[in-house]
């Protein structure tokens, strides 16, 4: 079993920046990807941006691309997401997500191949 713990997560003006952590404990040898995922209230999930288990490969959803940055480090078991030029519509319950196997690009964009999810972090963006 693997447990995510986001952090990092507040209230923001327009414009501002912030940064959310992703912590794993548990059993982590091995490595997995790790994906952010956001979800406004009465929307579905949103893919926000993954990193693959080694930080090779990141991949970011349209929306966010040029503005948020994802990296990780493997000693500290953390997943960092930089997120700057803020906007209200990026409002949302923040989720990170471990995946053990993912088969392709595209599937680091989809909810099935991640097998543990956090809690959630709130991000509030105020215009």
């Known amino acids: 079993q693997v447990q995510l713990g986001e952090s990092g997560g507040g209230l923001v003006q327009a414009g501002d920046s912030l940064t959310l952590s992703c912590t794993a404990s548990?059993?982590?040898?091995?490595?997995?990807?790790i994906g952010w995922f956001r979800q406004a209230l009465g929307l579905e999930r949103e893919f926000v941006a993954a990193i693959s288990w080694n930080g090779d490969s990141s991949y970011y959803g349209d929306s966010v691309k040029g503005r948020f940055t994802i990296s990780r480090d493997n000693v500290e078991n953390t997943v960092y997401l930089q997120m700057n030029d803020l906007k209200p519509e990026d409002t949302a319950v923040y989720y990170c997500?471990?995946?053990?196997?993912?088969?392709?690009?595209?599937?680091?964009?989809?909810?099935?191949?991640?097998?543990?999810w956090g809690q959630g972090t709130q991000v509030t963006v105020s215009s």
């Open positions: 548990g059993r982590t040898k091995g490595g997995y990807a």
């Open positions: 997500a471990a995946a053990q196997r993912v088969h392709g690009p595209n599937a680091y964009t989809q909810l099935n191949p991640y097998d543990y």
